[in-house]
């Protein structure tokens, strides 16, 4: 009886996931039909001519979730290692608790934290340094191109970052925990320094946990949807610099279905769902390939 619950119950899950994908498939059909695969190329998006693109907010997506991911990945290792292997057993529970809390946070409050408060620093600071350093270098003035306006794609991809650091290294610090302390010992018996442990030892042991941290961490990002609609400025202009503004596909979604109107335009909107979910299952397929790769080496 038990096994035949658990199978039910994974059936049921398959079911479900089918069901969504489709139920995006229908609903997005008139879409599908009218721009046919150009949909995922053709940048522009406009409902007064009824004629849609997914480019523009694709590319916003990716992204946002690359510059999240570059920031809180090294960030979020260097947490859980001075949790773990650095902070005594006091500061360490501390520090823990703040992680988790911030995990708790709802994204709509980091939007609006980042709306009134993060972007006047940007606008204010960082970015006028960033595009005065970066204006004489090929390829980095075209990405720290652009106005010092606050809001853009690059305060959504640090936003988003600040959002995905808990769930990173609290996932991170956990697998660091499980680790054998005969690795620890050995290491050390040997005259490694802490160093020499951790980046030759601890974190080749714990590489495949690592890189499931991070493939959550980006599951999370490429799907944030309140947050980035707050920062990132909403606008369907194609890619002009990381300090432009610029729009993902679940802020598209956010701000324009309530006013959709006729048949095309709810269509084209759930057809950039539907490109969320590939999207997602994609990276959820890479992620699972190196996991497997990683644990036959």
Same mark, same amino acid.
């Given at each position: ?11 049921? %899950? ?18 599908? $039909?009218?721009?046919?695969? *150009? ?9 007064? &001519?009824?004629? #849609? @693109?997914?480019? &523009?907010?694709? %590319? =916003?997506?990716?992204? &946002? ?8 990945? /090294?960030? *979020? ?10 902070? /005594?057993?006091?500061? *360490?529970?501390? #520090?823990? +608790?703040?992680?988790? %809390?911030?995990?708790?946070? /709802? ?19 960082v970015q006028p340094f960033l595009i005065n350093t970066f204006q004489n270098v090929p390829v980095l003035n075209f990405i720290f191109g652009g106005f010092p306006m606050g809001i853009g794609v690059f305060t959504a991809g640090v936003i988003l970052a600040m959002m995905i650091i808990p769930l990173i290294s609290s996932v991170i610090r956990d697998v660091v925990n499980t680790s054998p302390t005969v690795l620890k010992e050995a290491s050390y018996s040997?005259? *490694?320094?802490?160093? $020499? ?19 959550? @961490?980006?599951?999370?990002?490429? =799907? ?15 890619? +002009?610099?990381?300090?432009?503004? @610029? !729009? &993902?596909?679940?802020? !598209?979604?956010?701000?324009?279905? !309530? ?6 335009? /709810? ?5 950039? =769902? %539907? ?23």
């Amino acid at each position: 009886m038990f096994k035949k619950i658990t199978k039910s119950l994974a059936v049921l %899950l398959l079911i479900v996931v089918i069901a969504i994908l489709v139920s995006l498939i229908i609903m997005s059909w008139p879409a599908i $039909e009218k721009f046919g695969i *150009s949909f995922l190329w053709e940048s522009s998006w406009n409902p007064v &001519t009824e004629n #849609f @693109g997914a480019l &523009t907010a694709i %590319l =916003g997506t990716i992204i &946002t979730s690359f510059v999240a991911i570059v920031i809180a990945v /090294p960030l *979020s290792f260097c947490i859980a290692i001075f949790l773990t292997q650095i902070a /005594p057993k006091k500061v *360490s529970a501390v #520090f823990s +608790q703040v992680i988790e %809390l911030m995990a708790a946070v /709802p994204s709509i409050i980091y939007g609006m934290w980042g709306l009134f408060i993060f972007a006047p620093i940007m606008a204010q600071y960082v970015q006028p340094f960033l595009i005065n350093t970066f204006q004489n270098v090929p390829v980095l003035n075209f990405i720290f191109g652009g106005f010092p306006m606050g809001i853009g794609v690059f305060t959504a991809g640090v936003i988003l970052a600040m959002m995905i650091i808990p769930l990173i290294s609290s996932v991170i610090r956990d697998v660091v925990n499980t680790s054998p302390t005969v690795l620890k010992e050995a290491s050390y018996s040997t005259g *490694s320094t802490r160093f $020499e442990y951790v980046f030759k030892v601890l974190l080749p042991y714990c590489k495949n946990g690592i890189l499931g941290a991070v493939i959550l @961490g980006l599951g999370r990002a490429l =799907g944030e949807t309140m947050a980035v609609t707050f920062v990132i400025g909403n606008s369907h202009g194609f890619f +002009q610099g990381l300090f432009m503004p @610029g !729009t &993902t596909i679940s802020a !598209t979604i956010a701000n324009e279905f !309530t006013e959709a109107l006729g048949k095309i335009n /709810p269509a084209a909107l759930i057809e950039l =769902g %539907l490109v969320l979910f590939i999207i997602t299952f994609i990276v959820l397929c890479i992620s699972r390939y190196l996991l497997k790769k990683g644990s036959n080496v």
